[in-house]
Nanobody, 124 residues
Framework: QVQLAESGGGLVQAGGSLRLSCAAS????????MHWFRQAPGKEREFVAA????????YYSDSVKGRFTISRDNAKNTVALQMSNLKPEDTAVYLC?????????????????WGKGTLVTVSS
């Protein structure tokens, strides 16, 4: 059973940056397409970014494209999300997710493993 644990959330001013990390235990992340989702209060969980097994392909939602960068270090069993030029509307709990079979998906129902999330708050 793979367990995912996010870290790096916090309070930041608009225009600032944060780097989130997702560490895995009980499994090897290199076998999975890795994703970041986020969920703001009162809203649906939404896709943010995904990265292929080796890291050569990345995918982003339109709302974060050009501001966020997903990366992975399979040797360390970690995935990161570098967030820049943050906006108040980026405020949410950010969750790491792994998909065991297939490629990336923007659908939360396609994920097999989830972390508990880390809160990012962007003040205006």
């Amino acid at each position: 059973q793979v367990q995912l644990a996010e870290s790096g959330g916090g309070l930041v001013q608009a225009g600032g940056s944060l780097r989130l990390s997702c560490a895995a235990s009980g499994g090897t992340l290199s076998s999975y397409y890795m994703h970041w989702f986020r969920q703001a209060p009162g809203k649906e969980r939404e896709f943010v970014a995904a990265i292929s097994w080796g890291g050569s392909r990345t995918y982003y939602s339109d709302s974060v494209k050009g501001r966020f960068t997903i990366s992975r270090d399979n040797a360390k069993n970690t995935v990161a999300l570098q967030m820049s030029n943050l906006k108040p509307e980026d405020t949410a709990v950010y969750l790491c997710a792994a998909r065991v079979t297939g490629t990336y998906s923007t659908w939360k129902g396609a994920m097999d493993y989830w972390g508990k999330g880390t809160l990012v708050t962007v003040s205006s």
